[in-house]
């Protein structure tokens, strides 16, 4: 399955947007990229996911550059309850694909959000 | 619904000893999957099931551990013998289907000293 590479930290001031990068350069055709969030002590939790196309939620903006070897996770206004693990992870949803059903998590971007 | 449970949060036994730990995922779920989480090696997926039914069970580490799921709300992992490099946080999980997000519960602390 596609690896990812992220900054191992980064930090922010509260208030800011946080845009975490990651590289997916050997994403292929059928794989989503995925994000998930680990705060301290406690299991991960969704955030968005996007095929090929920029997603939006109520959480976080997803970019996905028009080649599909990179993304960018936003996080328009940083609280510091924001502070946590993010996780980038591709992952195909169809039977047949190597990583279908695997969430194969690497070891993620510490984000800090400061006061 | 309450999310994922697992059950027991934290767990200390000594080595050798059987340990089990269990998980409710969320009702209407079809998947299931147990996650690892060491300093270490960070989260790895053990073993997954859909429908009940075990698919890929590659990331369990070996013959002393078995992963069971009798119905669609129950599911267990079982360690026998213990030993003490099993120590970490059990993670469970569920999700709609394989395109959906996973929900995960709070983890199972393991100790074994």
């Known amino acids: 399955d596609a690896k990812t590479t992220q900054p191992t930290s980064m930090d922010c001031a509260e208030g800011r947007a946080a845009n975490l990068p990651c590289n997916h350069s050997t994403i292929s055709g059928n794989e989503y990229v995925y994000w998930y969030r680990q705060i301290h002590s406690q299991g991960p939790q969704y955030i968005i996911h996007?095929?090929?196309n920029n997603e939006t939620n109520e959480m976080a903006s997803l970019i996905i550059t028009e080649d599909r070897k990179s993304s960018t996770l936003i996080l328009p206004h940083a609280t510091l309850r924001d502070t946590a693990v993010y996780y980038c992870i591709v992952h195909s949803p169809h039977a047949g694909g190597t990583s279908y059903g695997k969430l194969t998590f690497g070891q993620g971007t510490i984000l800090t959000v400061h006061p | 619904d309450a999310g994922v449970i697992q059950s027991p949060r934290h767990e200390v036994t000594e080595m050798g000893q059987e340990v089990t730990l269990r998980c409710k995922p969320i009702?209407?779920?079809?998947?299931l999957f147990w996650y690892r989480q060491t300093m270490m090696r960070g989260l790895e997926l053990l073993i997954y099931?859909?429908?009940?039914?075990?698919?890929?069970d590659s990331g369990m580490p070996e013959d002393r551990f078995s992963a069971k799921m009798p119905n669609a709300s129950f599911s267990t992992l079982k360690i026998q013998p213990s030993e003490p490099r099993d120590s970490a946080v059990y993670f469970c999980?569920?999700?709609?289907?394989?395109?959906?997000?996973?929900?995960f519960g709070p983890g199972t602390r393991l100790t074994v000293l």
């Open positions: 999980a569920s999700s709609f289907n394989s395109y959906n997000e996973q929900f």
């Open positions: 996007g095929l090929k």
């Open positions: 009702s209407g779920h079809d998947y």
């Open positions: 099931f859909n429908n009940n039914v075990p698919i890929d």
